[in-house]
């Protein structure tokens, strides 16, 4: 039926449909920031540097988040895994990007850029679960081929400081912004944090 009608509308012409004396609406809000605009506006950056989007599955191998051999408190298990590979929901993007760099770099491509936005999950100690969203950037490989000008130079960690660094002048946050040296971190032979008015923002 209202299909109907808008063709007839259409037809007939809005022009000519009178305006009435009074017009009513309704107000919505959307927070601010909006986190939809904002992960866009990071995206389309990277997109803008060369990097391209990977999506990683959520459910990955409870042997990645194992200390001695046990699972910790806070990892969320399922309760009807289909694979030990799929067992456990991921507590960090870094462990998927690891295995989508293998799985590339096996199959001869291993110049990449990537980037990721995914949640990660965690259990808190009242039994309840808490979801946190991240962004993960993974470089490896040549920064550019051999020609007659130059050597072939591959990238190396000031490269990920510089897109990381872009990144937070993308979203001009406001505050206190804090360096330090990562010295006791597993996953980072070596590494940078950075802490905004005292808060983790980034580690790389």
Request: hydrophobic share 35%; glycine share 6%; net charge negative.
């Amino acid at each position: 039926e209202i299909d109907v009608i808008e063709d007839v509308l259409r037809i007939f012409g809005y022009n000519h449909i009178e305006m009435p004396d009074f017009l009513k609406s309704s107000l919505s809000y959307a927070p601010k920031p909006d986190a939809e605009e904002l992960q866009n506006s990071v995206s389309n950056l990277m997109t803008d540097n060369g990097f391209f989007e990977i999506w990683n599955n959520s459910l990955t191998a409870a042997s990645w988040y194992k200390t001695d051999g046990e699972l910790g408190d806070d990892v969320v298990e399922m309760l009807n895994p289909l694979s030990s590979d799929l067992s456990v929901m991921r507590q960090n993007l870094l462990f998927g990007g690891l295995d989508t760099l293998r799985y590339n770099i096996n199959r001869k491509s291993d110049r990449l850029k990537l980037y990721e936005f995914g949640k990660t999950y965690f259990k808190t100690d009242a039994g309840k679960y808490n979801e946190v969203k991240r962004l993960s950037l993974l470089l490896t490989g040549m920064k550019q081929s051999e020609n007659w000008l130059s050597k072939s130079t591959n990238v190396e960690f000031f490269d990920l400081k510089n897109q990381v660094e872009l990144i937070i002048q993308k979203l001009r946050l406001k505050g206190r912004l804090e360096t330090a040296e990562i010295t006791d971190d597993e996953q980072f032979s070596y590494g940078i944090s950075y802490t905004l008015n005292k808060r983790p923002l980034v580690t790389f």
